[in-house]
């Protein structure tokens, strides 16, 4: 195995050469940043920021600050962080032809993406940052857990609704297809945008008023990952408000942050598969194809240990996740998966990425499963010293696939400081 120290070398050196700095002349903001990666992901993407503060907060906690205050610099009135940051959108002008988006401004989306936020904050602060940057950064991080709560959880039930695919970060998963109208034998990128369109567009004639989005009842999907992080980050935020000796703040957290998993726990396990499904429109119906984030809930301390059992087994199983190199986006059993590079730009349809390693692997040692969350940290790492940092790997043979230097990929550092 790798050595620690050669990792984090490995590490740093990705970090030097995807970071953006400057100042920005339509906001007027400096940034400085890790892009995803510089050949097709120049910009800020949220939860990719996230998680690159976190890999940043071992090694260099002034970074990992910059990294969050720049996320957080352009968050709006109502509270939303956009997911993409266009910083210097001017240089890639041709290469935003080639991304499906849908903007606030010419220079920030008008979509969330999962809400790491609390975590991350929160990690950056325990690790070094201190209560002054958890002062400075809290206001703006709240407002947007307050935005969630408020105009994505409409009723109220501690679930948050996704708008669109590309808002759970899962862009071009297959548990959506049935829902989008998109069909098993034509499962193209092309399909896959104008069903995408079949969504964004009709939200452009009403404005993107996320009221009327919801009315329109196009594309509403109470995710099961999405949800589980957002339970994390309400509890991280809890976490935060007690450092700052805040305890009403930490005891709103706390109490959205349980109604988050009561709601995950009572409304989305199916007892007879075994699994968590997410709940789609206003109807509420679960979209029943098993994928890694049927495993999320892993996470949640409050688990019952009957369901963490039945979440393990299907860990356990070759027929569905415990692959060569775990744990593949999609159940190998299911028919839709292609654990293979689908035409180059189709993603978390089959591959294994390290970010969701890094979450279930947490998840099973926070249920007393260290030995399977061991092989997953030890194949992670495999995966990033045989093929490199990657977006994302084939499951069985390791190949890897989609952008190269994929910055989030550099989780399996804090992965291997867990171990
Ligand atoms: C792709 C992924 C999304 C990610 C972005 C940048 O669009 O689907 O989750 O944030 O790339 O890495």
């Given at each position: 195995m790798?050595?620690?120290?050669?990792?984090?070398?490995?590490?740093?050196?990705?970090?030097?050469r995807n970071?953006q700095q400057g100042k920005?002349?339509w906001c007027?903001?400096?940034?400085?940043f890790?892009?995803?990666?510089?050949g097709?992901?120049?910009?800020?993407?949220l939860?990719?920021s996230?998680?690159?503060?976190?890999?940043?907060?071992s090694?260099?906690?002034?970074?990992?600050?910059?990294?969050?205050?720049?996320?957080?610099?352009?968050?709006?009135p109502?509270?939303l962080?956009?997911?993409?940051t266009?910083w210097q959108?001017?240089?890639?002008?041709?290469m935003?032809?080639?991304?499906?988006?849908a903007?606030?401004?010419?220079?920030l989306?008008d979509c969330?993406?999962?809400p790491?936020l609390?975590e991350?904050l929160?990690?950056v602060?325990r690790?070094g940052?201190?209560?002054?940057?958890a002062r400075?950064?809290?206001p703006?991080?709240?407002?947007?857990?307050d935005?969630?709560?408020?105009v994505?959880?409409?009723?109220?039930?501690?679930?948050?609704?996704?708008?669109?695919p590309?808002e759970s970060g899962?862009?071009?998963t297959?548990?959506?297809?049935?829902?989008?109208?998109?069909?098993?034998?034509?499962?193209?990128?092309?399909?896959l945008?104008?069903a995408?369109?079949?969504?964004a567009d009709p939200?452009g004639?009403?404005?993107?008023d996320p009221?009327k989005?919801f009315?329109?009842?196009?594309f509403?999907?109470?995710d099961?990952?999405?949800?589980?992080?957002?339970a994390?980050?309400?509890?991280a935020?809890?976490?935060?408000?007690?450092?700052l000796?805040?305890s009403?703040?930490?005891?709103?957290?706390?109490?959205r942050?349980?109604?988050?998993?009561?709601a995950?726990?009572d409304?989305?396990?199916?007892?007879?598969r075994?699994l968590?499904?997410?709940?789609a429109?206003q109807?509420?119906?679960?979209?029943r194809?098993?994928?890694m984030?049927s495993?999320f809930?892993l996470?949640?301390?409050?688990?019952p240990s009957?369901m963490?059992?039945?979440?393990a087994?299907?860990?356990?199983?070759?027929?569905e996740?415990?692959?060569e190199y775990?744990v593949?986006?999609?159940?190998l059993?299911?028919?839709?998966?292609?654990?293979g590079?689908?035409?180059?730009?189709?993603v978390?349809r089959?591959?294994?990425w390290?970010?969701?390693n890094?979450y279930?692997?947490?998840?099973?040692?926070?249920h007393?499963?260290g030995?399977?969350?061991d092989?997953?940290?030890?194949?992670?790492i495999a995966?990033?010293?045989k093929?490199?940092?990657?977006?994302?790997?084939?499951?069985?043979t390791?190949?890897?696939?989609?952008?190269?230097?994929?910055s989030?990929s550099?989780?399996?550092l804090d992965?291997?400081a867990?171990?």
């Open positions: 790798m050595e620690r120290d050669e990792l984090e070398r490995r590490v740093k050196h990705l970090y030097v970071r920005a002349s007027e903001h400096e940034y400085d890790v892009c995803p990666s510089t097709t992901y120049p910009f800020q993407w939860w990719d996230c998680f690159h503060a976190i890999v940043l907060s090694f260099d906690i002034e970074r990992a600050k910059s990294e969050l205050r720049s996320l957080l610099a352009n968050a709006q109502d509270g962080v956009p997911h993409v266009f959108r001017d240089r890639y002008e041709e935003l032809s080639t991304y499906a988006i903007y606030r401004t010419p220079y989306s969330m993406q999962p790491v609390g991350a929160a990690t602060v690790r940052a201190g209560a002054a940057f400075e950064l809290m703006a991080a709240r407002r947007f857990y935005y969630l709560d408020r994505r959880d409409p009723d109220q039930d501690g679930l948050v609704a996704v708008l669109q590309d899962l862009d071009h297959p548990k959506y297809d049935a829902y989008l109208g998109v069909r098993a034998d034509c499962v193209t990128i092309a399909e945008t104008a995408w369109h079949r969504v939200y004639a009403v404005e993107r009221e989005m009315a329109l009842d196009r509403i999907v109470e099961v990952m999405v949800n589980t992080i957002y994390e980050g309400q509890r935020m809890a976490e935060l408000y007690t450092t000796d805040d009403a703040g930490a005891a709103e957290m706390l109490r942050a349980e109604r988050t998993e009561r995950l726990i409304k989305c396990f199916d007892p007879e075994g968590f499904f997410d709940l429109g109807a509420e119906t679960p979209l194809t098993s994928t984030t495993l809930p996470l949640l301390p409050s688990l009957s963490a059992d039945a979440l087994r299907h860990l356990e199983d070759p027929r996740y415990a692959a775990p593949p986006t999609v159940a059993s299911e028919p839709l998966c292609e654990p590079s689908m035409q180059g730009s189709l978390f089959g591959p294994t390290i970010h969701t890094w279930i692997a947490r998840g099973l040692r926070r007393g499963r030995a399977l969350a092989r997953i940290v030890q194949s992670s995966l990033t010293a093929s490199g940092f990657r977006e994302y790997y084939h499951p069985q390791a190949e890897g696939y989609g952008a190269q230097g994929f989030w550099a989780l399996v992965m291997l867990a171990d």
